[in-house]
């Protein structure tokens, strides 16, 4: 069964750099497809980010340009580089694989982005 940890939250100001981390154990992951999720308050989570097995990338708008997503299949980390945060950011983040290998949620880690 996967287990998804993820860490490297906090509290920043806008404009500042994050780098989240996602420790993954269980299940064979260099096969997954990974992502990073957030979750604002009051909304639903999202899928922010992907790397495929195969190391592409795919981000939504509101991060593209801004986030950039690896990972590292012998270690089974994968990692979010967060930069010029914004207080939209403001969330928990999680990470999960997409599709294949889904599994029940970590606990997330909050990131709070002031202005």
């Known amino acids: 069964q996967v287990q998804l940890v993820e860490s490297g939250g906090g509290w920043v100001q806008a404009g500042e750099s994050l780098t989240l981390s996602c420790e993954v154990s269980?299940?064979?992951?260099?096969?997954?497809?990974m992502g990073w999720y957030r979750q604002a308050p009051a909304k639903q989570r999202e899928l922010l980010a992907m790397?495929?097995?195969?190391?592409?990338?795919e981000y939504k708008d509101p991060v593209r340009g801004r986030f950039t997503i690896s990972r590292d299949n012998a270690k089974k980390m994968v990692y979010l580089q967060m930069n010029a945060l914004e207080p939209a950011d403001t969330g928990v983040y999680y990470c999960n694989a997409v599709g294949v290998g889904a599994s029940a949620w970590g606990q997330g880690t909050q990131v709070t982005v002031s202005s």
């Open positions: 790397i495929t097995h195969g190391g592409s990338t």
């Open positions: 269980g299940g064979v992951f260099s096969i997954y497809n």
